[in-house]
């Protein structure tokens, strides 16, 4: 079992940053993808950035590429999602995913089997 907790969201201006944490506990050798997710209200959870643990690629979608980047710490078992220049767009509950076994894209949300509680990420213009 692994265990996902999320913090660091807040309430910014735009073209302001936020790096949000996601402290990882249990059995995290068993890892093998990790991601981050969003999800605003009557929208459709949206994958933003993902990580195989087996590979140093790292993977962001069209809507946040060049502006969010993720990123892991093994010593500390937290995974990080850097955003800069956020947009009122970005407004949304965030994720931390983890999955441990064999899963579709990194982005697609049915592809991990462990979720954090969220965080909201409120952007104003």
């Known amino acids: 079992q692994v265990q996902l907790v999320e913090s660091g969201g807040g309430s910014v201006e735009a073209g302001e940053s936020l790096t949000l944490s996601c402290a990882v506990s249990?059995?995290?050798?068993?890892?093998?993808?990790m991601g981050w997710f969003r999800q605003a209200p009557g929208q459709e959870r949206e994958g933003v950035a993902g990580?195989?643990?087996?590979?140093?690629?790292?993977f962001t979608s069209d809507s946040v590429k060049g502006r969010f980047f993720i990123s892991r710490d093994d010593t500390e078992n937290t995974l990080y999602l850097e955003m800069n220049t956020l947009k009122p767009d970005d407004t949304a509950m965030y994720y931390c995913?983890?999955?441990?076994?064999?899963?579709?894209?990194?982005?697609?949300?049915?592809?991990?089997?462990?979720w954090g509680q969220g965080t909201q990420v409120t952007v104003s213009s």
């Open positions: 990580m195989y643990t087996h590979s140093t690629a790292r």
């Open positions: 995913a983890a999955r441990d076994g064999v899963g579709y894209s990194w982005s697609s949300a049915r592809s991990y089997n462990y």
């Open positions: 249990g059995t995290t050798s068993s890892i093998k993808a």
